[in-house]
T-cell receptor
Framework: SQELEQSPQSLIVQEGKNLTINCTSSKTLYGLYWYKQKYGEGLIFLMMLQKGGEEKSHEKITAKLDEKKQQSSLHITASQPSHAGIYLC????????????FGKGTLLTVNP | DADVTQTPRNRITKTGKRIMLECSQTKGHDRMYWYRQDPGLGLRLIYYSFDVKDINKGEISDGYSVSRQAQAKFSLSLESAIPNQTALYFCATSGGAGNQPQHFGDGTRLSIL
């Protein structure tokens, strides 16, 4: 069964609009990582969230971790074409393995 | 220069051939990982290594082997490639104590005919 569910699977927005991507876990979250991937390229680390209620921001991207809901959200304010790509969440399963389970990704298109 | 370098970036080969994908890093990290990415399936862990003497299987290790030649080098081998191993392969590293983010290379696009 899929441990990490991302929604939506794809999203098309007009430049300047705000948007939210969600990542929901079927298991307890010990750490949640957000990455961005340009098509066919490597993953770029965006943010790491570890504590319930934690919120981090980088430029116009904000991520929150709702531990009770086992969910994280990624919010982009005033989207730009440079935000386009695939956003992936990765979850730490806990223990000492430091292995990550990834969601399938959300494809974001920003139209100018 | 990239912190995590994968070679080759692209490779096309035939069924039954032996393939080696290489990964080197300048980040000084102890932990290294190999993933494959397939459309609709996301990223799946093949092997991971916490140091030169510690190598572990991931979710989908069948048909693959790895070698950790040094702290900075971690290679992935396909002993006898088959078409369903066609995928985008990523190497990643992480370091430090506790939870640390993984840093990824640019990937190797492998096609097996």
């Amino acid at each position: 069964s899929q441990e990490l569910e991302q929604s939506p699977q794809s999203l098309i927005v007009q430049e300047g609009k705000n948007l939210t991507i969600n990542c929901t876990s079927s298991k307890t979250l010990y750490g949640l990582y957000w990455y961005k991937q340009k098509y066919g390229e490597g993953l770029i680390f965006l943010m790491m969230l570890q504590k319930g209620g934690e919120e981090k921001s980088h430029e116009k991207i904000t991520a929150k971790l709702d531990e009770k809901k086992q969910q994280s959200s990624l919010h982009i304010t005033a989207s730009q074409p440079s935000h386009a790509g695939i956003y992936l969440c990765g979850a730490d399963r806990g223990g000492s393995n430091y292995k990550l389970t990834f969601g399938k990704g959300t494809l974001l298109t920003v139209n100018p | 220069d990239a912190d995590v370098t994968q070679t080759p970036r692209n490779r096309i080969t035939k069924t039954g051939k032996r393939i080696m994908l290489e990964c080197s890093q300048t980040k000084g990290h102890d932990r290294m990982y190999w993933y494959r990415q397939d459309p609709g399936l996301g990223l799946r862990l093949i092997y991971y290594s916490f140091d030169v003497k510690d190598i572990n299987k991931g979710e989908i290790s069948d048909g693959y082997s790895v070698s950790r030649q040094a702290q900075a080098k971690f290679s992935l081998s396909l002993e006898s490639a088959i078409p369903n191993q066609t995928a985008l392969y990523f190497c990643a590293t992480s370091g430090g104590a506790g939870n640390q983010p993984q840093h990824f290379g640019d990937g190797t696009r492998l096609s097996i005919l």
